[in-house]
């Protein structure tokens, strides 16, 4: 599978499937989760709702993935994960690293051929970005799925991403 990085607004990139980092409601909230789901409209927004009302009532768990249709968004799919808060007090990097793990085997099982990724938990939960980097480039650099050739991970702007070139030549 070939690993791009990119830097760009992942609400605008073609691909088969557009990860998000999605809160464990599935109904929206702020960052890449609330720009995921103003973009993809009342479409993705109810089946979040549906998938709340069956599997999920009590969320979905920290780590695991699920897909919903892209609504309005320029993808088939969208698999929603719910990444970790980050914790100087406890290691939650497998956590971290499940996110990658599952979504790729969600988009896999769809039949996907392309998926973009963010960079997940370095927002708004305050995961350090390099080691972030660290984290999605460890998941996305020897995952061997069977119909993905391609996956992006979108980094919002050109610190981000000269960060995670940084991290990848190095490692």
Do not use: K
């Amino acid at each position: 599978m070939e690993l791009a990085l990119v830097q760009g607004d992942i609400t605008t990139v073609r691909v088969d499937a557009i990860v998000n980092a999605a809160n464990s409601s599935l109904l929206g909230g702020g960052g890449v989760d609330g720009a995921i789901h103003r973009r993809g409209g009342p479409a993705m927004l109810a089946e979040c709702r549906a998938l709340r009302a069956s599997r999920y009532g009590r969320g979905l768990p920290t780590g695991q993935a699920v897909a919903t249709t892209a609504g309005n968004l320029p993808a088939r799919w969208v698999v929603h994960t719910v990444g970790p808060v980050w914790s100087a007090a406890e290691d939650r990097s497998e956590l971290l690293r499940d996110c990658y793990v599952n979504s790729l085997r969600v988009a896999d099982e769809l039949g996907a051929g392309s998926v973009a990724f963010p960079l997940i938990s370095s927002g708004v939960y305050r995961w350090p970005v390099e080691d972030a980097v660290r984290q999605a480039l460890t998941v996305l650099g020897t995952a061997q799925p069977t119909n993905l050739t391609e996956s992006r991970l979108v980094l919002f702007d050109a610190t981000t991403l000269a960060t995670a070139e940084r991290v990848r030549n190095a490692g």
